[in-house]
């Protein structure tokens, strides 16, 4: 169905008193300029999420805190993901402009704190560096929600309904630069200079991204009066957070797991107050998240397949790097440059289908072809296996990231053209919110697959390997392979030629002690000494047999002993070189296990994703066809009721 696009003025209701429609008012120079501030500051947020992760490992070595490794992002992600749709609501209100700026401060105030974190200024502050700096990462995730909550906003706001496709896809291929400049930065800043300036490096970005948007912006206000739903805000904030920590923890199966009580505790938490939430918001004059909204099927449809594209999208890159490192051999800190083929389509996808939509006017089509398009992705990434050469794998990113590219441009064109211009800010917000808690979620079912099917292939792939090793080996492959450690690894991959090094220094230095063994018992010329020497249960079985059948006679002169000794060695020689030969053989069947089973794995959870993907595609079939003015058409329709007042 095909529908004209609501006037500016939404749905027949009047405009709130003193709205100003910024995209008439403001001449092209200032909104340039307005823009390019606004996506420094986006950018600052988004650079921030794949910066850090490169530089984590110094990071714990320096502030000696591994058992908190995983906070440091989790605490970002707390603050963050819970905050966006507060700060939509109140760039409504107060307008975007003193919201955008107080995100920033706090972001720069977070970063700089980060990179002191540890420091003896702050002494034993909060216990130690490294839970300063979970601490100070959580204040960065207070201000980076209101980077990206507000920033798409701010598009609708200065640019006309025939304008805004274009500019959306370059928030969109923002996020692809700041994935491929983030670990490349990390790297270098951490390697070269200090891991503290990759928390530093943002206040200078910071500074211009302050000055473009102080100078410039007006307060983009939408008119509506300040009436704060205060308890509204708590409860979505105690909604999502144990949520988010109920999602982690589950996943963490050595530590809690999904039957752990404070696990099912946080789960109950987020339930009572999610009822909570909706009761107080269909009450509340002036809701955080107004309900009235999921009568708009665009709105509706469209952030519950922003829910689904979430979690594709997140789990799309977490397990492709997984399959870089660990079956492709890739280095864990080059996999984030490894997945550039998919940032490149992503970009690319994201550009184009923001200029198509302004120039066909229609938006549903494109956002169709694009998910039909990932699923293809995820169906070509289905068919990984141990040896798909990597040419294959980069064009099948390539697919992929041409799906994913057109998603958060035109699902924030579709949602922002389809409610009431005051109500934009809450209403991007709320996609975005919606499309993080897909990516948690997401993360947390995938990981709990990862963690079940790795488990299974590599205990059925270890089993016939055991079977056959050498009897030394076979304790270690049995722990090695009941998925364990297989899955707890990670990001580090399987090291075979290390593995036989060290191996072959360990064989040799076990026959070197057996020889000294043997050596001083023969020397002695006792044969009770060469006996006992015998009974380890240790030595070789052709060689206790050999030491068994020494006779008396054999060590009783210098020469016999020199003889028998010759023997020995030369026997020890040939059993050394086929100890080496036989772990070097069991050591590249495990590498190929090892790899096989991630292979394996990843397929089958790209298999998954075509479902999840073919959810989004289904939640798209029923939103409105909204017909938006085009370029030719003059760029905006009808000037709002409080523009028509000015």
Same mark, same amino acid.
């Given at each position: 169905?095909? $529908? ?30 307005? /823009? ?18 490169? %530089? /984590? ?33 109140l ?10 700026l ?24 909060f ?67 200090? @891991? ?6 943002? +206040? ?29 805000? /708590?409860?979505?904030?105690v ?6 920590l ?5 996943a963490? !199966?050595?530590?809690?797991g999904?039957?752990?009580?404070? +696990? ?5 938490? !987020? ?7 909706l ?11 107004? /309900? ?22 997140? =789990? ?26 998919l940032t ?8 184009? %289908?923001?200029?198509?939509? *302004? ?18 992705g ?14 294959? +794998?980069?064009l ?8 994913? =590219? ?8 579709? #949602? ?5 211009? @005051?109500? #934009?800010g809450?209403?991007t917000s ?20 990862? %963690?079940?099917v ?11 390997i055991?079977?056959s ?23 580090? *991959? ?12 360990g ?70 070189? $086929? ?20 292979? !394996? ?19 798209? #079939? ?23 007042? #000015?």
């Amino acid at each position: 169905m095909t $529908q004209n696009s609501p006037t500016p003025g939404g749905f027949g209701e009047q405009a709130p008193e003193g709205r100003i429609n910024y995209a008439e008012v403001l001449d092209f120079p200032t909104k340039r300029l307005i /823009l390019v501030g606004t996506l420094l500051a986006l950018f600052l947020a988004a650079l921030d999420q794949t910066i850090v992760s490169t %530089s /984590l490992p110094k990071i714990v070595k320096d502030l000696n805190g591994l058992n908190l490794y995983s906070w440091v992002t989790t605490a970002y992600l707390l603050a963050s993901t819970a905050m966006v749709p507060i700060y939509g609501k109140l760039s409504d209100i107060y307008g975007r402009k003193p919201v955008l700026l107080f995100g920033i401060v706090v972001f720069l105030l977070g970063s700089a704190l980060c990179g002191a974190a540890g420091e003896p200024f702050f002494g034993n502050l909060f216990g130690g560096g490294m839970l300063q700096l979970v601490v100070f990462r959580g204040l960065q995730g207070l201000g980076a929600a209101a980077l990206t909550s507000v920033a798409f906003s701010i598009v609708a706001d200065i640019f006309a309904p025939a304008e805004r496709g274009k500019y959306q896809g370059l928030f969109g291929a923002v996020f692809g630069l700041s994935s491929v400049i983030g670990p490349l930065l990390g790297g270098f800043l951490t390697d070269q200079v200090s @891991w503290r300036w990759v928390f530093y490096v943002n +206040v200078p970005i910071g500074a211009v991204a302050m000055a473009f948007i102080f100078l410039k912006m007006p307060r983009l206000a939408s008119g509506l009066k300040p009436k704060i739903d205060y308890l509204g805000a /708590l409860l979505i904030v105690v909604f999502s957070v144990p949520l988010l920590l109920a999602l982690t923890f589950g996943a963490d !199966s050595v530590n809690y797991g999904w039957s752990n009580p404070v +696990v099912l505790g946080l789960f109950a938490l !987020s339930a009572v107050a999610l009822i909570a939430f909706l009761f107080v918001e269909s009450r509340h004059e002036s809701p955080i998240l107004p /309900l009235s909204l999921f009568q708009n099927p665009t709105f509706a449809w469209g952030v519950t397949a922003r829910f689904f594209i979430g979690a594709a999208f997140l =789990g799309a890159i977490l397990f492709l790097s997984l399959y870089l490192v660990n079956v492709q051999g890739v280095s864990a800190t080059a996999a984030g440059t490894a997945t550039i083929p998919l940032t490149v389509g992503l970009i690319f996808g994201a550009v184009m %289908s923001g200029q198509l939509a *302004s120039r066909l006017g229609y938006y549903k089509i494109l956002i169709i072809i694009g998910l039909c398009l990932m699923m293809g992705g995820f169906l070509l990434l289905s068919t990984l296996d141990a040896d798909t050469p990597y040419g294959r +794998v980069v064009l099948f990113m390539v697919v992929l990231g041409l799906g994913i =590219g057109p998603a958060l441009p035109l699902f924030n064109l579709a #949602i922002q053209n389809a409610v009431k211009p @005051w109500e #934009i800010g809450v209403a991007t917000s709320s996609g975005q919110f919606f499309q993080q808690m897909g990516s948690t979620i997401g993360t947390a079912v995938f990981g709990a697959v990862l %963690s079940s099917v790795l488990s299974a292939q590599m205990t059925s792939n270890f089993k016939p390997i055991i079977a056959s090793a050498p009897p030394a080996l076979q304790a270690q492959l049995k722990s090695f392979g009941g998925g364990t450690s297989g899955g707890a690894r990670g990001q580090n *991959s399987f090291d075979a030629a290390a593995t036989k090094a060290q191996a072959e220094a360990g064989i040799k230095k076990g026959f070197s002690g057996i020889l000294q063994a043997v050596s001083g018992a023969v020397n002695s010329g006792s044969v009770a000494a060469v006996q006992g020497v015998a009974a380890n249960p240790q030595l070789p079985a052709q060689l206790r047999t050999q030491l068994t059948a020494i006779p008396a006679q054999a060590i009783a002169t210098p020469q016999g002993r020199a003889q028998v000794l010759g023997g020995i060695q030369q026997g020890l020689n040939a059993a050394q070189t $086929q100890a080496v030969s036989a772990t070097d053989t069991t050591i590249d069947k495990v590498a190929r296990a090892i790899k096989v089973s991630f292979a !394996s794995t990843v397929s089958r959870i790209y298999l998954i994703s075509i479902f999840v993907a073919l959810l989004a595609l289904l939640a798209v #079939i029923p939103m409105p066809n909204l017909k938006m003015p085009t370029r030719g058409e003059g760029g905006g329709g009808r000037p709002s009721p409080a523009m028509a007042e #000015i």
